[in-house]
């Protein structure tokens, strides 16, 4: 089936640093992806609506400054976290569609992110 | 706008019991209708989804769903519950098949040997 790789799966970081995530589709392509961020013990946030070739659309209250979203191919997204502070700490999982009318959602494993 | 409850934080059953878990959703049409279950550390897996038709859902691991209209809910059951079940479900609306979710806040089930 559908496979979507995340990588990494950690990071840790110092505060200042930019930290970059990785989503691919491995056997199908993407139009859309999409970026949630998840608190502990909270809820799926979603963070942006990534579309390939254009720019990202983010949510309410998602610095965009700060969280670089590229959708360069259809079959990869990235999410940097520039800057990071130690509040950025967090799960951040990516989703993909397939291309057509009807298709599911993948989601990726995930990145937990620790910033020092 | 759409929303989505799950009345239950955590809820916590014995190994081999029954378990049912509630959603109820806010929505202006008849949403698309998902369960996911996250394990520690993992990513999310689809259990089953409903869009039209029988209102009873089968997924995998031997969960099922509900949907009922009147109601406005799509509660998960499973009739006999294995430790391995353990883990945080998300019950997600979405205005078609693939369109970005609202989830709700997640039920997290505990289970007892």
């Known amino acids: 089936g559908a496979v979507v790789s995340q990588h990494p799966s950690r990071v840790i970081c110092k505060s200042g640093t930019s930290v970059k995530i990785e989503c691919r589709s491995l056997?199908?392509?993407?139009?859309?992806m999409f970026w949630y961020r998840q608190f502990p013990k909270q809820s799926l946030m979603l963070m942006a609506t990534?579309?390939?070739?254009?720019?990202?659309?983010?949510e309410q209250g998602v610095e965009k400054d700060k969280f670089l979203i590229n959708h360069a191919s259809l079959t990869l997204s990235t999410l940097t976290v520039t800057s990071a502070h130690p509040e950025d700490s967090s799960f951040y999982i990516c989703?993909?569609?397939?291309?057509?009318?009807?298709?599911?959602?993948?989601f990726g494993n995930g990145t937990r992110l620790t910033v020092t | 706008a759409q929303s989505v409850t799950q009345p239950d934080i955590h809820i916590t059953v014995s190994e081999g019991a029954s378990l049912e878990l509630r959603c109820n959703y806010s929505?202006?049409?008849?949403?698309?209708l998902f369960w996911y279950v996250q394990s520690p550390g993992q990513g999310l897996q689809l259990l089953l989804k409903?869009?039209?038709?029988?209102?009873l859902v089968q997924g995998i691991k031997g969960f099922e769903a509900e949907f009922k209209r009147s109601q406005s809910s799509f509660n998960l059951r499973k009739p006999s519950v294995h430790w391995s079940d353990a883990a945080e479900y998300f019950c997600?609306?979405?205005?078609?098949?693939?369109?970005?979710?609202?989830f709700g806040p997640g039920t997290r089930l505990s289970v007892l040997p």
């Open positions: 989703s993909a569609r397939e291309r057509g009318g009807n298709s599911p959602l993948h």
């Open positions: 056997d199908f392509q993407a139009t859309t």
């Open positions: 990534s579309n390939e070739g254009s720019k990202a659309t983010y």
């Open positions: 929505y202006g049409a008849t949403p698309y």
């Open positions: 409903y869009f039209s038709g029988d209102t």
């Open positions: 997600a609306v979405g205005l078609s098949y693939g369109q970005n979710f609202v």
